[in-house]
C-alpha cells in the first residue's frame, strides 16, 4: 500500500513570487506521480505526471516538479504565480503495474492563494 | 487532453430516493472507470472501481448495495445511490482511463448531491 503526505494545508504566496508546494510519499514498491488541480465545484485536471525518464516533468500552466526517489518526494513548483493559479492542489500515486490501470492515492491537498 | 462529463451537475433529493449520476468519456473509450467521493476541504476518497462489462471493485467500507455502479459501455458508467440520506450528501467524481497502467485519469467535473 501507499501513501501521500501533503504538509502544508494552505499556502498564501503573493502574486508573481515562486512557490513550492511539498509532496511525499511512500511505498513498497515503484511508483507514477502526479499532481492535479481543482477549481472550485469543478473535478480534477491534471498539471502534470511522472512515470520514468527524467526526473524534472514540466506541466502546464508553468508548473514543474521533481522527482527525488531517495527524499520521496514530488515538490510542485512554479517560478512566479499569477491570481488564477489560486486553487486546490492535489499529489497523487499509482504503483506501476504491468497490467491495467492502478487507483490513484491522493493527498490531503495544498490550498494555494495568491494574494494581490 | 481527454474529455469526461458528468451529469448531472448538481442534484437535490428527498431522503430515501435514489438518484443516478453519469459518467461518459466523449473523446475515448474508457476500459476503466474510478468513482471518487470528495467531502467539503478534504481529499478524493475511492469508492470503486470499474472496468467494462464486469462487476465494479468496491474500496474497504463502501457499502456495494448502497453505491450501484454499472460500467455497460466503453464510454458510460453510472453510479446510483439507493435510498439516499442526509449523510450521502457529498461531492462525486468519476474519473477514466485506457487499460495500460501508465494511462492518465482523466477526471469528470463533478457532481454535488445534497440530499434533504
Known amino acids: 500500500a501507499q501513501s501521500v503526505t501533503q504538509l502544508d494545508s494552505q499556502v498564501p504566496v503573493f502574486e508573481e513570487a515562486p512557490v513550492e508546494l511539498r509532496c511525499n510519499y511512500s511505498?513498497?514498491?515503484?511508483?507514477?506521480l502526479f499532481w492535479y488541480v481543482q477549481y472550485p465545484n469543478q473535478g480534477l485536471q491534471l498539471l502534470l505526471k511522472?512515470?520514468?525518464?527524467?526526473?524534472l516533468v514540466k506541466g502546464i500552466n508553468g508548473f514543474e516538479a521533481e522527482f527525488n526517489k531517495s527524499q520521496t518526494s514530488f515538490h510542485l513548483r512554479k517560478p512566479s504565480v499569477h491570481i488564477s493559479d489560486t486553487a486546490e492542489y492535489f499529489c497523487a500515486v499509482s504503483e506501476t503495474t504491468n497490467f491495467g490501470n492502478e487507483k490513484l492515492t491522493f493527498g490531503t491537498g495544498t490550498r494555494l492563494t495568491i494574494i494581490p | 487532453g481527454a474529455v469526461v462529463s458528468q451529469h448531472p451537475s448538481r442534484v437535490i433529493c428527498k431522503s430515501g430516493t435514489s438518484v443516478k449520476i453519469e459518467c461518459r468519456s466523449l473523446d475515448f473509450q474508457a476500459t476503466t472507470m474510478f468513482w471518487y467521493r470528495q467531502f467539503p476541504k478534504q481529499s478524493l476518497m475511492l469508492m470503486a472501481t470499474?472496468?467494462?462489462?464486469?462487476?465494479?471493485?468496491?474500496e474497504q467500507g463502501v457499502e456495494k448495495d448502497k453505491f450501484l455502479i454499472n460500467h455497460a459501455s466503453l464510454t458510460l458508467s453510472t453510479l446510483t445511490v439507493t435510498s439516499a440520506h442526509p449523510e450521502d450528501s457529498s461531492f462525486y467524481i468519476c474519473?477514466?482511463?485506457?487499460?495500460?497502467?501508465?494511462?492518465?485519469?482523466?477526471f469528470g467535473p463533478g457532481t454535488r448531491l445534497t440530499v434533504l
Open positions: 511522472y512515470l520514468s525518464g527524467s526526473t
Open positions: 474519473s477514466a482511463s485506457g487499460w495500460a497502467s501508465t494511462d492518465t485519469q482523466y
Open positions: 470499474s472496468n467494462e462489462g464486469s462487476k465494479a471493485t468496491y
Open positions: 511505498s513498497s514498491v515503484s511508483v507514477y
